[in-house]
């Protein structure tokens, strides 16, 4: 797993900046917590560190004891000083938090259903009832209307703080559901498995493992991942037959290169196992007769620095997707018998201008999703005949194959969405290139109309000459003027593209005033594979001055000013907040950085925390003294410096296990004790959750309410 974070929080901080920066002098703040100092000395490569708060780090051990000792009491008080100056400095706002979370929540459909989803004879489909927190997992038998509801979320997480459900896995016979439920918000499953004939839960279950079970082909043997305890790496597949206990299944696959992890899934044609090994260059793939779970396990392509390559099955062929000679990736195909690389042939060859994502295989057709000039696109490729794009018109816009189960039809199930257009689900005939919707999220409230809205799509031009595109969209009438705020979005790491997709809760931004705005900044892969491999390793800081040069040219084309401008990162999207602010302070009037990771190198000489060993391909092995020197001279809690920052707020969760609540904790601590302004800054830490945020379904508005109402207090808007 990567740092990213799957709450989509849509928010805005607005900030009172110091009088160094030339913006309006704070009101009356109150002076914020001061942590306690106890200096560590971190040495590397002869070079000291000084950290007076590494003392905040708990183990999981402390965080679960029932007596905590002095210096869990330390770090629990720390925090509820934090906890308790939020809720002074926002006390004033609770009616206008209320007014705001009231209005998120008012725009989403309680009784909400997904589209369905055909499948072996079945109709599957989730749904929520009216003022449900947590979704019902439901299927119809194809050909009758009487309802089956498998997995009842709403009373499965009664007495939870936190509950998650996923993974959710037929057997065959479509008899018995395996899913993985997580309690504590630390990415640990436990699998479980229930007869839907007889309602009942069976006596098996599997512990420690990342939530998903892939089932062989007869309706008995079940393939699972399972994790180290503490850097919660996957690293081993264990067989599993129903009815053992856990302590007598099989190890079939150790992964013990600590930089890789492990997965297990099934072929779209329900033929083949796959056993799948990964790191940042590099993956391997091992394949299984899903009819012969007892059988030997073959390697497809045996793994290689720099080669990275995923197996779809169709026939008596593997279709590999690859950068084998590729850097935006090609397709080939092999047979099944010949599968190492000297027997691929190229199916679709490797562009410089397209970048290949993914490919649906149909009957009849070859549907290929890539990125032509930084945007996504759908090639529909018949297998004989000519090949086309489906067109899109919006200026800025998401579109994804999804939920295309069978290999023998012409219809193709696709999403769309754009800064302007609610998320919507097609159905394509790539024949007659006739479409079906089938559903596009409803936004109630009576207020919200496409074309009240505009969306742009413009470029800046970054230092080093290199043009970054932007996707903004703002309410009709909104002018661009110095007094007009804006917020400025970006996540920037891992290869992860920022996607101009619809938010709801934006409007209560948009019909306000605000213009939002999204940079496509390198560390993504909006622009190819190279604008990844720019914005990484020792290429990183593009990720940094990209954002800081998008910034910049929005205030030069008159959009707002850096009194109105704000930034908004979370997660990995938190370091390029933590960056830019030591960057580039008088930019911004209002940052907000949301489960940061923000103590770079402590964090990646330490190969006991999760997700470190698997990164070094991602931020460079701190033990090389050059990637040491790189990460330390823009790490942000290294380069917090005596000067005056503008306002933030920080958020983290007490159980996050991407990011390790101490990294916010100390941030903000350290900044407390060096920063000469006057400026307010928060942080808000939930003591129940992890890196994703709160579990139940309008808990999460409750956070963005509070981000709002912080932006439009010090904006002035009361209402």
């Known amino acids: 797993m990567k740092r990213i974070s799957y709450v989509l929080l849509l928010s805005l901080l607005f ?104 499948d072996n004879g079945y109709s599957y489909y989730s749904r929520f009832e009216e003022g449900g927190d947590y979704r019902l997992y439901c299927r119809t038998k194809i050909g009758t209307d009487k309802e089956e509801i498998m997995l009842n979320g709403p009373e499965m997480a009664e007495g939870h703080d936190f509950f998650s459900l996923r993974g959710q896995s037929m057997s065959m016979d479509n008899n018995l559901l395996a899913f993985g439920i997580d309690t504590v918000s630390r990415r640990q499953y436990s699998i479980y498995f229930k007869n839907l004939e007889s309602g009942e839960l069976l006596g098996d279950k599997l512990e420690n493992t990342t939530g998903r079970a892939t089932w062989a082909n007869d309706n008995k043997t079940i393939f699972y991942s399972t994790q180290d305890p503490q850097t919660l790496r996957s690293d081993k597949i264990y067989k599993h037959i129903l009815g053992t206990d856990q302590s007598e299944d099989e190890l079939v696959f150790e992964e013990k290169d600590d930089t890789f992890g492990c997965y297990v899934y099934k072929s779209k044609s329900k033929d083949y196992l796959f056993i799948g090994s990964y790191q940042t260059l590099s993956t391997e793939l091992r394949y299984l007769d899903a009819n012969k779970p007892n059988g030997a396990w073959t390697v497809v392509q045996p793994r290689e620095r720099n080669l990275e390559y995923n197996v779809s099955h169709y026939g008596d062929h593997f279709y590999i997707r690859t950068n084998l000679d590729a850097e935006n990736f090609r397709l080939v195909k092999t047979p099944i018998t010949a599968s190492t690389k000297e027997n691929w042939k190229d199916v679709i060859p490797h562009s410089k201008e397209r ?121 009709k009438g909104t002018e661009k003027s110095s007094e007009t705020p804006l917020l400025l979005y970006s996540y920037g790491s891992y290869g992860s593209s920022t996607e101009p997709y619809f938010s709801a809760g934006r409007l209560s931004l948009l019909d306000r005033g605000f213009v939002y705005a999204m940079a496509h900044i390198r560390g993504g892969q909006e622009m190819g594979r190279y604008w990844y491999e720019d914005g990484k390793l020792l290429k990183k800081k593009n990720t940094f001055t990209d954002f800081i040069n998008v910034g910049e040219y929005l205030v030069q084309e008159g959009y707002t000013s850096s009194d109105h401008l704000y930034a908004y990162g979370g997660s ?135 981000q709002y109402a912080f932006m439009f207090d010090l904006e002035g808007i009361e209402n």
């Not at 409803?442 to 031009?461: C, D, H, K, Q, W």
């Not at 005596?642 to 958020?651: C, D, E, L, Q, R």
């Open 15 to 118: 900030s009172i900046s110091c009088k160094e920066v030339n913006h309006q002098p704070a009101k009356n703040i109150p002076k914020g917590p001061v942590a306690k100092i106890s200096p560590e000395t971190l040495t590397t490569h002869g070079d000291s560190r000084i950290d007076n708060y590494f003392w905040m780090r708990l183990s999981d051990d402390q965080k679960n004891a029932e007596n905590p000792d002095a210096q869990t009491t330390d770090v629990l008080e720390y925090i509820e000083a934090e906890t308790a100056y939020l809720d002074t400095t926002m006390k004033h706002t609770e009616n206008l938090q209320k007014k705001i979370y009231d209005e998120l929540v008012g725009r989403i459909k309680k009784d909400d259903q997904s589209v369905p989803v055909k």
């Open 355 to 475: 970048f290949l994502e993914g490919v649906d295989i149909f009957e009849n057709f070859l549907v290929v999703s890539e990125r032509v000039n930084g945007l996504t696109a759908l090639r529909v490729r018949p297998w004989k005949g000519e090949e086309y794009y489906i067109e899109f018109n919006d200026p800025a816009y998401l579109a994804y194959t999804t939920s295309n189960l069978d290999f023998d039809t012409d219809v193709l199930r696709y999403g769309y969405t754009s800064l302007t257009t609610p998320n919507s689900t097609f159905e394509y005939n790539m024949n007659t290139k006739e479409q079906v919707l089938l559903k596009q999220q409803e936004v109630l409230g009576g207020n919200f109309l496409p074309e009240n809205y505009i969306s742009e799509r413009i470029y800046a031009t970054a230092d080093d000459g290199t043009k970054i595109p932007i996707s903004l969209v703002y309410r």
């Open 572 to 706: 990995a999207g938190g370091l390029l907040m933590g960056a830019v602010l030591n960057m580039k302070p008088d930019l911004w009037n209002g940052v907000i950085a949301a489960v940061p990771f923000v103590d770079v190198v402590t964090t990646m000489l330490d190969e006991s925390i999760p997700l470190t060993t698997g990164e070094f391909d991602e931020w460079g092995n701190p033990k090389n003294e050059a990637y040491y020197n790189y990460m330390k001279s823009y790490s942000p809690y290294d380069n917090v410096e005596a000067k005056s920052y503008p306002n933030i707020m920080v958020t983290t969760g007490y159980w996050d296990s991407q990011v390790q609540y101490w990294e916010p904790l100390k941030w903000v601590a350290k900044l407390r004790a060096l920063k000469t302004d006057d400026n307010l800054m928060i942080l808000d830490c939930n003591m129940d959750n992890g890196h994703g945020g709160a579990s139940a379904r309008f808990e999460g508005y409750k956070r963005t309410a509070l």
